[in-house]
């Protein structure tokens, strides 16, 4: 059985930084792109950081670029997000991806999801 399984998250404060990971399983990722996206309450899912299989390329949304970073261990099998000066905008469920094929495009199509992690942002 494949699984994703993020963790990491929790209630932190403005301006803190926080890392998450994501752990996968039943199946070697090590050549598929892996990616996070997040979910705020009444929002659609948006995209915040993409790596290629080789960890060489990364990708970022807009409203991250310069405070988060993304990360892998292919020996691991572990993809972390590493997140600094964090905002109540941050707040959401962050979701671990791992897509179809080595590469990351904004039209590669996702083949996993896992359930999630909660991160909460609030003085």
């Known amino acids: 059985q494949v699984q994703l399984v993020e963790s990491g998250g929790g209630l932190v404060q403005p301006g803190d930084s926080l890392t998450l990971s994501c752990e996968t399983s039943?199946?070697?990722?090590?050549?598929?792109?892996m990616g996070w996206y997040r979910q705020a309450p009444g929002k659609e899912r948006e995209f915040v950081a993409g790596?290629?299989?080789?960890?060489?390329?990364?990708y970022y949304g807009d409203s991250v670029k310069g405070r988060f970073t993304i990360s892998r261990d292919n020996a691991k099998n572990t993809v972390n997000l590493q997140m600094n000066t964090l905002n109540p905008g941050d707040t959401a469920v962050y979701y671990c991806?791992?897509?179809?094929?080595?590469?990351?495009?904004?039209?590669?199509?996702?083949?996993?999801w896992g359930n999630g992690t909660l991160v909460t942002v609030s003085s």
């Open positions: 991806a791992a897509y179809y094929g080595g590469g990351w495009t904004r039209l590669a199509p996702v083949l996993y």
């Open positions: 039943g199946r070697n990722f090590k050549n598929n792109a």
């Open positions: 790596i290629d299989w080789n960890g060489v390329r990364r």
